[in-house]
């Protein structure tokens, strides 16, 4: 029984230790496609660190009960220039945060709508996936 309860304890374990890790979330909608389908599993890393053309799962929250996770494509980092698609306030994209963009932008909601994307919210990039030519 105490053998048992060993291999149960070290599960429990990696299972806590893997989710702090890794993300999984559901692609909803078009905004990304033809990168990922709607309905889609995506599995995030955790990072320090992130970069143009990273794919990022975040939540961003745009009501009181708008928490989803969003998947969306990082346009740019803090210290680039601001898109010139994106009003802003500020001529560079400040500290702690990212622009955001679907592949699909006809039907995306990002930056646009969101503004910027707050780092403290984004719970990892996606594996590389190049965006479709043409974005």
């Known amino acids: 029984m105490a053998?048992?309860?060993?291999?149960?304890?070290?599960l429990v374990l990696l299972v806590v230790l893997l989710r702090r890790r890794y993300v999984v979330a559901r692609v909803r909608g078009h905004s990304m496609s033809p990168t990922f389908r709607d309905g889609e599993r995506v599995v995030a890393t955790r990072r320090r660190h992130y970069r143009v053309g990273d794919v990022i799962v975040f939540r961003a929250r745009t009501g009181a009960k708008d928490v989803a996770w969003r998947i969306k494509r990082i346009a740019?980092?803090?210290?680039?220039?601001?898109p010139a698609w994106l009003a802003a306030d500020h001529p560079v994209v400040p500290?702690?945060?990212v622009v955001v963009t679907g592949d699909?932008?006809?039907h995306s909601q990002d930056s646009r709508q969101l503004g910027y994307v707050d780092l403290a919210g984004v719970a990892g990039a996606v594996p590389h996936r190049p965006a479709p030519e043409g974005t």
């Open 3 to 10: 053998g048992l309860a060993a291999v149960v304890a070290v």
């Open 104 to 106: 699909n932008t006809g």
């Open 76 to 82: 740019a980092v803090a210290g680039d220039p601001v």
């Open 95 to 97: 500290a702690g945060r």
